[in-house]
């Protein structure tokens, strides 16, 4: 067993688990969405990122696009909730609708991510 690859698949379906976590609920409903889920996402996004740097296959080059693209939309949900709770209204309807549509496209960019992982595996002969 490869230590290395399977702290790389922990944090990749990890990645996905917490985002999955963030995205379900009511869509404008702040109360269904908790921004320390979110940051969570984040931050382990940000690790997924890191964790794939050093793959210089094209596989690699693949998995790290569609997780830079998933850190990109959270970085952006994160920005658009801190703005919007720093406001006198607080996070609407609007607002958190805006923020858990970028948490669904990271969402999409994770799922990607784990299914290539999946693909990656089966390819490997013993």
């Known amino acids: 067993m490869n230590f290395e690859k399977v702290v790389f698949a922990f944090f990749i ?3 996905l688990s917490l985002n999955f976590g963030f995205f379900i609920g009511d869509m404008e409903n702040p109360a269904h969405h908790d921004p320390h889920e979110l940051f969570a996402a984040l931050v382990v996004s940000l690790i997924c990122t890191i964790l794939k740097f050093g793959d210089r ?20 949900a994160a920005i658009v909730w801190y ?10 309807a ?11 496209g990271a969402l999409v960019a994770n799922l990607l991510s784990v299914i290539l992982l999946v693909i990656e595996t089966s390819q490997i002969r013993k």
């Open 83 to 92: 703005f919007a709770s720093r406001s006198g209204a607080g996070v609407d």
């Open 57 to 76: 296959t094209h596989f690699g080059s693949t998995v790290l696009a569609t997780s830079l693209v998933a850190l990109l939309q959270l970085i952006a």
């Open 94 to 104: 609007a607002e958190m609708a805006r923020i858990t549509s970028m948490a669904g």
């Open 13 to 15: 379906i990890l990645a």
